[in-house]
């Protein structure tokens, strides 16, 4: 089954305790991305990748660092976690080639920062 | 730069009624535009998407948008509710000024009274 797969689902931790949320996505997708989701705002692009090696910030980066060392996987990293990170964080990934434009979404991790 | 405004943060609906909810774009060329939509605790799943062919865009479960370009406006309908349409949905424009990057609406919570 082509999936967007994302480890933890749900991950409570405390401010200065670095973390990595993993996603991995099994469509040979070159695209991934990374989004966090807040009431009242919609979904805010972190980072994303366009390949393997080759990232770049989106919109909300502060905070955060990402790897693209294989294709199939992009974790997100917190280095030093602050409340204001907690956020429902969601994995994205796409075709480049062929006008690709849809992006398949992870089920989604829900971190609280204390 | 490129944004979305969906114009309504709740919609209600009685079951078998139309759905309207509202998005408006801001774009300085055709832009490519979609419709996600997000079920409670899930992942995000495309709707349809606009990419410069046919104005009216049909997508799954009964969906359809049409996009006007006088209007800048990209609303979503369907002609009866049903109610496991019960979800949140997200409008988005992809960048035009980088093809990496995508912008979500807030989202509109679409409300189903049986």
């Known amino acids: 089954e082509a999936q967007v797969t994302q480890n933890p689902r749900y991950l409570i931790t405390v401010t200065g305790k670095k973390l990595t949320v993993t996603c991995s996505q099994n469509?040979?997708?070159?695209?991934m991305s990374w989004y966090r989701q807040d009431p009242g705002l919609g979904l805010r692009q972190i980072y994303y990748s366009m390949n393997v090696e080759v990232t770049d910030k989106g919109d909300v980066p502060e905070g955060y660092k990402v790897s693209r060392k294989e294709k199939r996987n992009f974790p997100l990293i917190l280095e030093s976690p602050s409340p204001n990170q907690t956020s429902l964080y969601f994995c994205a990934s796409r075709w480049t080639s062929g006008g690709g434009d849809t992006q398949y979404f992870g089920p989604g991790t829900r971190l609280t920062v204390l | 730069a490129q944004s979305v405004t969906q114009l309504d943060s709740h919609v209600s609906v009685s079951e078998g009624t139309p759905v309207l909810l509202r998005c408006n774009y801001s774009s300085s060329y055709s832009p490519s535009l979609f419709w996600y939509v997000q079920h409670p605790n899930k992942g995000l799943q495309l709707l349809l998407k606009y990419t410069s062919a046919a104005t009216l865009v049909k997508g799954i479960n009964g969906f359809e948008a049409e996009f006007k370009k006088s209007e800048t406006s990209f609303h979503l309908t369907k002609p009866s509710a049903h109610m496991s349409d019960a979800a949140e949905y997200f409008c988005v424009v992809k960048s035009q000024d980088n093809f990496n990057k995508f912008y979500f609406g807030s989202g509109t919570k679409l409300n189903v009274k049986p």
């Open positions: 469509m040979n997708h070159e695209y």
